[in-house]
């Protein structure tokens, strides 16, 4: 049986910092609480799963691995795929395991899009499908109704321009039949429990994974008017119009046989480190849920807010937000949207004593990098120019883990095996 991973202090590595045992526990509990099998071991403790012939695991997402094995590890399953991101050992039989291809979908993505049909048309009416759903899917399982080279250039592009995961999302449904319920429509009239975790701000059901069981309540003119957007029609290598279709709606029939339920999420992380904090002697307050736009902007506002509440809160306090931001490429640095928010607190926390600032990726993985954030003091700034490095540069270049690796202040815990958007927390001791 697959151990489900229990977090500590230790991981985070925090300890050369000032009150950093204490902030690492923080995080700790943060991530334990949205632990993918316990989560899944919880639900099928509290709820019967329909009756059925035969029962049939299919795991899709970056945490698909950790809720296949606790699914497989309470009940017997027929058959299991899983497509994930980084493959984990399995102690399920039979099961085929796919790598797809992340953020960016590629031939290992249109080879799970494959898999994935040809799994569930084996499905009869009186069996069961129980999927296992977590953020990451979108990309790493595709079926697009477009060329995989112009999906991977409207998938870039749009992720350089700074658009939104759940405006990327309603993309991917009207050019993928397996997104937007596309699944369901494919199982054979089967029952359908899909299982899930959300990485999506407000927790939007069509938009995790790009809802493969869920019905869609956007439009092909939704779909367009993004493109519209960011000045994608007719771009090179981009989608036209007439490559768009419609996805199943919430009143289609095919839902009747079909429970979408959410087992763990960001607001579940937070309110674990709300409660940690305050164990660990922090007043604490939750001042954003659902935080989006530029990674940047965000940064430096929560960073302000911090600030003004120094002058009117007694320490030690902590703020937290979570949600999950997005990064506009204006140079060719090396980041992800955590340490950019970080970077861009950097000049406004400076000359501050005893505070830390912490933006964290829960999948811990930050953009393209090895790091999943990055923290900052109130010595990052002179720390910084006394190496010759001064953040609005950095910042002006996207090169956010440069700055901070130089400073020794990356947070590197590698793929964490679940993922509920990014956490942001502000402390003063």
Known sequence: MQTQRKWTSKHFSLQSYSHGDSVARILASALNAVEPGAAVKKYLHENPLPEAKRVFALGLGKAACAMTQALADGIVLTDTLVITKHASALTVEPVTVIEGNHPVPGIASLTAGSAAMKFVSQLAPDDLLICLISGGGSALMTAPLIPLEDLQSLTSALLACGARIDEINILRRHLDSLKGGGLVRSANSAKVVSLILSDVVNDSLETIASGPTAPDPTTCEDALSILQKYDLVGAQHCCAPTSLHETLKPDDPVFAKVQNILVA???????????????????????????????????????????????????????????????????????????????????????????????????????????????????????????????????????????FDKLNDLIKIGPSGTNVNDLILCFAF
């Open 265 to 403: 999420s960001n607001i579940i992380a937070l309110q674990s480190a709300q409660e940690q904090s305050q164990a660990e002697g922090f007043q604490t307050k939750i001042i954003h849920v659902g935080l989006q736009g530029e990674a940047r902007i965000a940064g430096k506002e929560i960073a302000l807010q911090f600030k003004e509440s120094l002058k009117t809160t007694k320490c030690p306090f902590c703020l937290l937000a979570g949600g999950e931001t997005t990064v506009t490429l204006f140079g060719s640095g090396k980041g992800g949207r955590n340490q950019e928010t970080a970077l861009a607190a950097v000049d406004v926390l400076a000359g501050l004593k005893d505070v830390m600032f912490i933006s964290l990726a829960t999948d811990g993985e930050d953009g393209p990098t090895d790091a999943s954030g990055a923290v900052v003091t109130g010595e990052s700034a002179q720390r910084a120019e006394s190496l010759g490095m001064f953040a609005a540069d950095h910042l002006s270049r996207n090169d956010a883990y440069v700055f």
